[in-house]
């Protein structure tokens, strides 16, 4: 193996991974594709040189790629941000030699938008949640079908709260629904009827793997915040000390305003189009229960500005963005031994 320092980009696919390898100077030294296996990858990265910094573009399959190489082969990889980078390619014309030598020139000039690699335990999680997530949503899409059946039918609504043991049975015995629709009805609330298993099953699933985390556990403690909150703020943050501050936290997590000044004008556009959606999702539903509350900060934040004309929804997500904040200061200690504690339960 060669003491060349060289630097390395990872162009990610199935079933092949493109790989270039620069010197300091930025030549071309190999750009070749190779079969997506550790070993090969690293052997032939380790040919020509000792990689200084090796780059690989986020995608599905790529941050296990990522660890095996770092924690197996030793190399100094890093997760690359694939919105950014696709922003600074500089030829229409999308190849995978372009890419990985983009990827690779990128590591060389130490201009990389990378991202962080979030280890297999927290990787793990992350499926859990989201699988949950996915589910959560197609019982509400079911629901939204069974309404619209009644709509469509012109059936009136027996009044009550919906989706209740009550609203079931009505749903179940009324004559107004045309027979094929009563059949689908009876279709969707089967599905319906499974969904809620499997989200309960998922649920169990999630409560046994962090039952013995120290940063849920914590989080659970906190008023307003239950399991499902306390499980999605883990596992899409992951690290709390890997912000150096709290409103860096808050931007990753989607509940700060954007920004839209120019010139003498000075205004907000809404929260920032970034972070998970379903992370921005139960920080907004926690922001309404906190400021139900009766007393407390949060409470008595949003009191005073409801009573200087904001509207609510802003109030809400005012009232997220200082919560999130706040956690950071409270918990950016304690992650490093949840991570342990994290790897060990799954």
């Not at 499974?194 to 659970?220: F, N, Q």
Request: aromatic share 4%; proline share 5%; glycine share 6%.
């Amino acid at each position: 193996m060669s003491s060349l320092p060289t630097f390395v980009g990872l162009d990610y696919h199935q079933d092949l991974v493109q790989v270039c390898v620069l010197d300091s100077e930025g030549r071309t030294l190999a750009n070749r594709s190779v079969r997506n296996e550790a070993d090969l990858i690293a052997r032939f990265a380790l040919q020509h040189g000792t990689p200084q910094r090796v780059a690989i573009e986020a995608c599905c399959g790529a941050a296990d790629l990522a660890e095996e190489l770092v924690t197996h082969r030793n190399l100094p990889v890093q997760l690359a941000h694939p919105g950014y980078v696709a922003r600074m390619k500089r030829s229409p014309d999308k190849t995978d030699l372009a890419d990985a030598q983009l990827l690779a020139d990128l590591a060389r000039v130490n201009y990389l938008p990378s991202v962080w690699l979030a280890p297999e335990a927290t990787r793990q999680l992350r499926r859990l949640v989201r699988h949950r997530a996915q589910l959560v949503r197609r019982r509400r899409d079911v629901k939204l079908r069974i309404r619209g059946l009644l709509r469509e039918n012109r059936v009136p609504s027996p009044g009550g709260t919906p989706w209740t043991k009550k609203w079931l049975t009505w749903l179940q015995e009324t004559d107004d629904l045309a027979p094929s629709d009563r059949w689908l009805v009876e279709d969707h609330l089967e599905e319906l009827t499974s969904l809620g298993r499997r989200i309960r099953a998922v649920e169990a699933k999630i409560r046994h793997t962090v039952e013995d985390d120290p940063v849920v556990a914590k989080l659970l403690t906190m008023p307003g915040v239950g399991l499902v909150t306390a499980v999605t703020l883990r596992a899409e943050i992951g690290r709390f000390d890997r912000f150096t501050r709290g409103k860096q936290l808050a931007r990753f997590c989607g509940v700060t305003p954007r920004n839209a000044s120019s010139g003498q004008r000075q205004a907000d556009a809404g929260l920032i189009k970034a972070g998970n959606p379903d992370l921005r999702t139960v920080l907004i539903e926690l922001g309404h229960r906190l400021i139900r509350q009766t007393s407390g900060p949060w409470t008595k934040l949003a009191t005073g500005m409801l009573s200087r004309g904001k509207p609510k929804n802003v109030v809400v997500a005012a009232v997220a963005n200082r919560w999130v904040r706040w956690l950071h200061h409270e918990l950016r200690r304690e992650t490093p031994q949840a991570d342990r504690v994290l790897e060990q339960a799954v």
